[in-house]
Nanobody, 123 residues
Framework: QVQLQESGPGLVKPSQTLSLTCTVS??????????WSWIRQPPGKGKEWMGA???????WYSPSLKSRTSISRDTSKNQFTLQLSSVTPEDTAVYYC???????????????WGQGTQVTVSS
């Protein structure tokens, strides 16, 4: 079955760029019609959809994060990557990668999730 695994540093300094990779196994990120997203959950808050990359390679971003977010992919490695620039302590959260069938900004429509990775922004 399809499995997702996040990887990246657990601690990032303010003003730096956060970079996380999601490695997908058991299925291809180019398979019609899956969308692959990054979703985060700050401590004590609900989940926040950040953006998605489609099977075609097209990308979408949350308007509130668009100026700082970039999602890309490496089809040869079956991975997709999140970059979030100019981070502040408010970006501290558990970051998840997840899959949905079709475009969605709602976390409850994502059927497969990685285990999540804690990222703390602190000097």
């Amino acid at each position: 079955q399809v499995q997702l695994q996040e990887s990246g540093p657990g601690l990032v300094k303010p003003s730096q760029t956060l970079s996380l990779t999601c490695t997908v196994s058991g299925g291809s990120i180019t398979t019609n019609y899956y969308f692959w997203s990054w979703i985060r959950q700050p401590p004590g808050k609900g989940k926040e959809w950040m953006g998605a990359i489609a099977y075609s390679g097209s990308t979408w971003y949350s308007p509130s994060l668009k100026s700082r977010t970039s999602i890309s992919r490496d089809t040869s490695k079956n991975q997709f990557t999140l970059q979030l620039s100019s981070v502040t302590p408010e970006d501290t959260a558990v970051y998840y990668c997840a899959r949905a069938t079709g475009y969605s900004e709602h976390s409850d429509e994502y059927d497969i999730w990685g285990q999540g990775t804690q990222v703390t922004v602190s000097s």
